[in-house]
């Protein structure tokens, strides 16, 4: 889009508009149970309705709509339905934590693990979940960036900056209830402009032609559907954006919010696929941004909208990954240390996430793969199920988070270096051995998890006899 004409004032407008706007109606908060757990004034948690907007849009992520379109141009629809399906993840999340707030007690995963496995569990879980967080940064920022020019641009890096900036500002002054105040905005700006953008779409070809583009085979996107199947197990426990809304709460509130979410964040990441497909069906170049290429030909109106729908969905998830880094450096590091969070802990928050907004941008600025973000760590963390799904199995162990966490983030690496066999792989798709390394994996991190107890139960036997 050429932005030396009237039409590029007009975008650079918005994203001034929307951050003036989000900053103005975002409410202040000077209190920790505010900043860090979304409370109200008088110190009452988010409602029911706050908290399933919140969870929907934060985890409809712009990378995320822009990876769901670049792969229903790859696969069709059956590639939209595979990344559609990670957002099992949140009804899946939902009821493994409610299972570990009413029959363990937990308060939190970090406090969870100390108790569970040791303090220096608790600290590899943090330090993947910083990663994670820090991966949120840029790959938000960098779709922002992709509608203000080309990657690299004056234009890309400037947009995505001053989008930062602004999304910095409204989080510094309301942390997580700010977060998620300004989500249920977002989350009705999102649909809105998402149902605009499908009205465009899908007249064209009609929705038969769109929902039986591609074929269910393994070198057809089934790999990657599989994939995801496997990684829902794993995937959303190192994302704090999502976990921590899991304990704010009421048990029974938090479950209802989390399968509602999910459900509307499936349907969601699916519809948007669909402008992927429509991409396919009348041959235009995904050029790694499906989106930006279908909105370049649906005229001012249609970009427009395309920008607003990625804009909402990255503000959101830009908020509350700075919410979680503030929590995560400013409570939880912390309890790791043995000590409670000082009367400093906003302060340490505030500064937490004007320093990963900074550091955050570097990748986008260098261009890094957006894709990557989501496939590699998830891979790196499957050994993460069985520490959550079979806790009860075991007392104290921390062995057994060890065996399984670091067999996963192992597997992890030599996949991202390319170090595994090529016999691992399963069919002949591009995601072939990304789902044989998940699959294998995993029964590789249940098995080292649940080695400790078995050599706890022939001890005990040799013993007896």
């Known amino acids: 889009m050429d932005f030396s004409n009237i039409q590029g004032v007009y975008f650079w407008g918005f994203l001034v508009v929307f951050g003036v706007v989000m900053y103005l109606v975002s409410p202040r908060v000077k209190d920790e149970g505010g900043f860090f757990r979304g409370t109200d004034a008088k110190g009452r948690p988010a409602s029911s309705w706050a908290l399933m907007m919140s969870i929907f849009i934060s985890w409809i992520f712009a990378k995320s709509v822009t990876n769901a379109a670049n792969l229903g141009a790859a696969y069709g629809i059956v590639g939209g339905l595979a990344y559609a399906t990670y957002w099992l993840s949140i009804p899946f999340a939902g009821w493994v934590i409610y299972r570990l707030r009413t029959r363990e007690g937990a308060t939190g995963l970090v406090p969870f693990l100390i108790g569970k496995y040791g303090r220096f569990a608790a600290m590899a879980f943090s330090a993947a979940i910083l990663i994670r967080l820090y991966n949120e940064v840029w790959s938000n920022t960098a779709v922002v960036g992709g509608y203000y020019g080309e990657t690299g641009s004056f234009g890309f890096i400037a947009s995505a900056l001053l989008f930062t900036a602004a999304v910095l500002l409204y989080s510094l002054k309301g942390g997580l209830r700010s977060s998620i105040f300004t989500d249920v905005i977002q989350a009705v700006v999102f649909v809105l402009f998402l149902a605009l953008v499908l009205i465009w779409i899908v007249p064209t070809h009609g929705p038969v032609a769109l929902l039986t583009e591609g074929n269910f085979a393994l070198d057809a996107g089934a790999d990657l559907l599989l994939v995801a199947l496997l990684q829902v197990l794993s995937y959303p426990f190192h994302d704090p954006v999502l976990t921590d809304r899991g304990f704010i709460t009421r048990e029974k509130t938090m479950l209802r919010a989390f399968i509602v979410a999910g459900v509307l964040g499936f349907v969601a990441i699916l519809a948007f696929s669909l402008v992927g ?116 199995w075991v007392g104290y162990s921390p062995l057994s988070f060890h065996l399984s966490f670091w067999t996963g983030m192992t597997l992890g690496v030599l996949l991202a270096l390319g170090a595994l066999p090529a016999s691992w792989a399963i069919g002949g798709g591009k995601y072939g051995l990304l789902l044989g390394t998940n699959l294998y994996g995993l029964g590789l991190c249940t098995a080292g998890f649940l080695l400790p107890l078995a050599l706890g139960q022939r001890r005990r036997t040799a013993e007896a006899a």
């Open 277 to 392: 497909v429509h991409a396919r069906l009348e041959g235009i170049a995904a050029a790694g941004n499906a989106p930006a290429q279908v909105a370049k030909g649906l005229g001012l109106a249609g970009f427009f909208a395309m920008a607003v729908v990625m804009i909402s969905s990255a503000a959101s998830t830009l908020d509350s990954t700075f919410t979680s880094l503030s929590k995560s450096v400013a409570h939880e590091l912390p309890l790791l240390a043995g000590k409670t969070p000082g009367t400093r802990a906003i302060r340490n928050g505030v500064v937490t996430m004007a320093v990963f907004a900074l550091l955050g941008n570097l990748p986008m600025i260098a261009g890094t793969d957006i894709l990557k973000a989501t496939t590699l760590s998830g891979t790196m963390v499957i050994g993460l199920a069985p520490v959550f799904l079979l806790s009860r």
